[in-house]
């Protein structure tokens, strides 16, 4: 029994993981059968999300894990990491501390906006246009969501709240 969950990866930590995560969003969706109609929509759609997403990636690892076994491959758990690419994941940690200041301050819809620009330019992409264009887009998707269908209301942040905007 080790052996076969040894060949086709499945004591990597890579798929314990995806089991865990798997297994919580499933605990979570139950947990949100209690939730008020309105309110447990949103959350369970995310959660189906995860769910689906997560099994696609599992299955996706069997496949790739036989495909080494079959053709003889090590099995490597982890390539090396670059020191840049360690940096790039220090400076995305850093930024969502910095968002929740941005949420903070000025409220969901500008801090999703600004997380948008400098997350996406921190991981390299350089089209300030495209950049600018597709935080627009998606921080109005945001808001549509929450605002409009789901009509709850925002945090507008310190900075609105003490000048009256």
């Known amino acids: 029994m080790v052996r076969y969950l040894q060949r086709y ?9 995806d089991l865990g995560l798997l297994l919580l969003s499933i605990f979570l969706f139950v947990l949100a059968a209690d939730y008020p109609d309105m309110a447990r929509t949103f959350p369970r759609l995310v959660l189906v999300m995860i769910m689906v997403v997560t099994l696609l990636d599992m299955i996706s690892f069997m ?3 036989k495909a080494k076994t079959s053709s ?10 670059s020191p840049r690419q360690r940096l790039k994941v220090l400076y995305m940690v850093a930024l969502i501390f910095i968002f929740f200041l941005f ?8 801090g999703t906006f600004l997380f948008l620009l400098f997350s996406g330019w921190t991981l390299g992409y350089r089209r300030l246009k ?9 921080t ?3 808001y549509i969501i929450f605002q409009v269908i789901m009509k709850s209301f ?3 942040g310190l900075i609105f709240t003490l000048t009256g905007g």
Do not use: M
């Not at 990866?9 to 993981?17: E, M, V």
């Not at 003889?72 to 990491?81: L, T």
């Not at 949420?103 to 500008?110: D, H, V």
């Open 9 to 17: 990866g499945l004591l990597s930590a890579l798929f314990l993981t």
């Open 140 to 142: 109005a998707f945001v």
């Open 154 to 156: 925002l945090p507008e």
């Open 72 to 81: 003889g491959e090590k099995n490597e758990e982890f390539e090396a990491v």
């Open 130 to 138: 495209v950049l600018i264009f597709s935080a627009v887009i998606i």
């Open 63 to 65: 496949r790739d894990e």
């Open 103 to 110: 949420f903070l301050f000025f409220g969901l819809s500008a």
